[in-house]
Every structure is written in structure tokens, then in C-alpha cells.
């Protein structure tokens, strides 16, 4: 494996509305080992392969895996930020931005107790 493995994470490429699949690839390249290990997961998508391109948001053109698929990616290539560690960080700082925006019904209700 590439000795510098901080940079390595699948990213969410994406969204086809049509089928409600999400895409997502390498943040970087990989060596030749490393792909061998994952190409039965990876897919060269174009635009063509898409039903209709006006449902779908991101890119359309390079090499995907679908998100079913992430997890044993992870695995294979010891990714250490996850897809599902990333979500729990994000969802952290959501709750963490929720709890310091005062909440409207609150403020509501405050003015009509008086």
C-alpha cells in the first residue's frame, strides 16, 4: 500500500435520482495492487449510462463504486475515515450547530407566557 494513506477516502461523487443510488470515488489514486483488489466494485460511468441527466447532481463521467459497496472498499484498502465516520462527525457538528441556534418555537412561545 502507498505508505501516505491520510488522504484516502471514498467521497460522494453522485446523486442518480432516477434509480436513488449514490456514487462515489477515490479522493485520491491508488497503486496497481490496490486497484486489482477493488475493480470487481468499480464501474467507468459516462454520461450515457444515466436514464436522464436531469436527475442526477454531480459528476458523470469516471470510475464509481455504488454505495452498497463502500464499507468492504473500506476494508480492502484500510481506509481509516470511514463513510460511516465521517457521517458521525457530521452529525455532530449538526447537533453541535442545532443546540447554539435558538430555536424559533421557543422564542415564540417565551413572548406569548407573558
Same mark, same amino acid.
Given at each position: ?46 454520461? @450515457?449510462?444515466? @436514464? @436522464? ?15 452498497? @459497496? ?45
Amino acid at each position: 500500500m502507498i505508505s501516505d494513506e491520510s488522504g484516502l477516502r471514498l467521497r460522494l461523487s453522485t446523486i442518480d435520482c432516477n434509480t436513488s443510488t449514490k456514487y462515489y470515488q477515490l479522493t485520491r489514486k491508488i497503486n496497481d495492487r490496490q486497484k486489482e483488489k477493488i475493480k470487481q466494485f468499480f464501474k467507468y460511468y459516462t454520461p @450515457d449510462k444515466f @436514464d @436522464d441527466l436531469s436527475k442526477v447532481a454531480g459528476k458523470t463521467r469516471g470510475w464509481m463504486c455504488k454505495s452498497e @459497496d463502500l464499507e468492504e472498499i473500506e476494508k480492502i484498502l484500510a481506509i481509516t475515515e470511514t463513510h460511516e465516520k465521517q457521517n458521525k462527525i457530521m452529525e455532530s457538528m449538526k447537533r453541535k450547530t442545532s443546540d447554539k441556534i435558538p430555536n424559533l418555537y421557543d422564542n415564540l412561545e417565551l413572548s406569548f407566557s407573558k
